[in-house]
């Protein structure tokens, strides 16, 4: 192999291909990690509080319309699946439920009918919490709102 010259030091062919790799994982890793981070930066704790829970008191806070406006912009994260069917990869995660109060609503994309004014909390329960509370079929976790009413 040729070495090749570069700032007083010599790499090989093996090396720069080396260093490539490590700068693709790292590229990758940044990829992976980047919205995990964006929707992390976007989630609020009440002082104090549960983190599964969004209070009336933060939702009034972000000027929320919507049970969907409240939950982006307090706790993006609660709108990812929590879970899939199987341990096969390839498969889509399953959705996540939506209860009001303890009747099941639909998926979350229902969330954007519930008037934030008629929420008392949102709260997130992860598969095995869902199961115990709400039964078997609920593998992508569960949003539960929870009314004033």
Do not use: W
């Amino acid at each position: 192999m040729r070495p090749i010259e570069q700032r007083g030091t010599q790499m090989t062919a093996t090396g720069r291909a080396a260093t490539l790799l490590a700068a693709m994982v790292v590229a990758a890793m940044l990829v992976a990690i980047a919205p995990a981070a964006c929707v992390m930066q976007h989630s609020a704790v009440a002082p104090g509080g549960d983190p599964m829970v969004i209070t009336e008191k933060q939702i009034a806070q972000v000027q929320a319309t919507t049970a969907y406006d409240a939950v982006t912009h307090l706790h993006g994260e609660f709108l990812v699946s929590r879970g899939r069917d199987a341990n096969n990869p390839n498969l889509p995660p399953v959705p996540v439920h939506v209860y009001v109060d303890d009747t099941f609503y639909g998926d979350v994309g229902t969330l954007r009918e519930i008037p934030a004014m008629d929420i008392a909390e949102i709260r997130l329960y992860q598969s095995y919490e869902a199961q115990y509370k709400f039964g078997s079929g609920h593998p992508g976790g569960v949003i539960q709102v929870i009314t004033k009413h």
